[in-house]
């Protein structure tokens, strides 16, 4: 990897156990004495790929892992079900253009859910009614209505159902920010002209949404970004990218935090006071504790 793109180095330990494991361990796990416990390992990871490609109906939350889950599919069946349906969405992402061949990684959904916040800070709902109506759809179509298949604990998943994605409802990954910034501009649109913007969103889709942030909360206040955060940290230290830190497990993330935060604030009355105030102080209070931690 070139020194620019070097984000995270490999301590030098590392670096020596995998080579271990590749130029020692791998040789000895193929001889007929181990093969079968290595078998086995490949027969568990395949699965997960498969759950994985079931769930995001082969539209992995990032390209990289989309190529790689397909190059698994190919070595495993080049005729098989699994390969044809990730060829068949190979269009989603790589196209080719008058300058050379393009990658889309995603369409991100907390981008919209950004933009339109700002255009509704604008206070030009007349002049761009048409426009927030379709961003209006487009984020309730984009929250995600069904946790995932069969026993997903099995697999390492969490609930999913009432989250927003980092990308469109196929994705099926929950993710904490996103869904708090999809609930905001759900809520800001419930306060509006149906026949302006479309209809609201119905009660339980919005009690689904904040059930799931707060299935992320950890026990110090803080929100995980996938799933809830509660392994060792020393796991970090197998991380094998070189180009992401912090990957292996989860961490709190304060962003979630910033915007409950930012959203308490704004709803403060001219007069100073909180709607239902006692309740207002009682979270104002906690997410100073909280954010006073990061």
């Known amino acids: 990897m070139g020194f620019e793109d070097l984000y995270y180095?490999?301590?030098?330990l590392q670096d020596l156990m995998w080579d271990s494991l590749y130029v020692c361990t791998e040789p000895i796990l193929t001889r007929?004495?181990?093969?079968?416990?290595?078998?086995?390992?490949?027969?568990?990871?395949v699965k997960h790929i498969h759950y994985e490609d079931?769930?995001?109906?082969?539209?992995?939350?990032?390209v990289c892992g989309e190529v790689l889950c397909m190059l698994e599919c190919w070595v495993e069946d080049p005729n098989g079900d699994y390969f044809k349906k990730h060829l068949a969405r190979i269009p989603?992402?790589?196209?080719?253009?008058?300058?050379?061949m393009k990658m889309q990684a995603l369409v991100v959904e907390w981008d919209i859910g950004f933009v339109l916040q700002v255009l509704l800070a604008c206070n030009m709902t007349d002049e761009i009614g048409p426009t927030l109506e379709k961003g209006h759809e487009f984020v309730q179509e984009s929250q995600v209505e069904d946790n995932p298949s069969g026993d997903f604990k099995s697999v390492h998943h969490h609930i999913s159902k009432g989250s927003w994605t980092?990308?469109?409802?196929?994705?099926?990954?929950?993710?904490?920010?996103?869904t708090a910034e999809g609930l905001k501009c759900c809520l800001l649109f419930s306060t509006m002209p149906p026949?302006?913007?479309g209809a609201k969103m119905e009660p339980e889709w919005l009690f689904d949404s904040v059930n799931i942030i707060l299935s992320l909360q950890s026990k110090n206040g803080g929100l995980s970004a996938w799933k809830p955060a509660g392994f060792s940290e020393w796991l970090e230290l197998l991380n094998p990218t070189e180009i992401f830190s912090d990957l292996v497990i989860e961490h709190e993330d304060p962003a979630p935090l910033h915007g409950a935060a930012n959203l308490l604030i704004n709803s403060q009355m001219e007069d100073g006071d909180f709607p239902q105030q006692r309740n207002y102080w009682g979270l104002l209070e906690k997410l100073h504790v909280t954010l006073c931690n990061f």
């Open 166 to 178: 980092f990308s469109d409802q196929d994705h099926g990954w929950q993710v904490s920010d996103c």
């Open 9 to 12: 180095p490999h301590p030098l």
């Open 195 to 197: 026949e302006i913007v």
């Open 54 to 62: 079931e769930n995001c109906s082969i539209h992995f939350h990032w």
């Open 92 to 100: 989603d992402y790589i196209w080719v253009a008058e300058d050379g």
């Open 32 to 45: 007929w004495l181990f093969n079968k416990p290595r078998q086995k390992a490949l027969e568990v990871t």
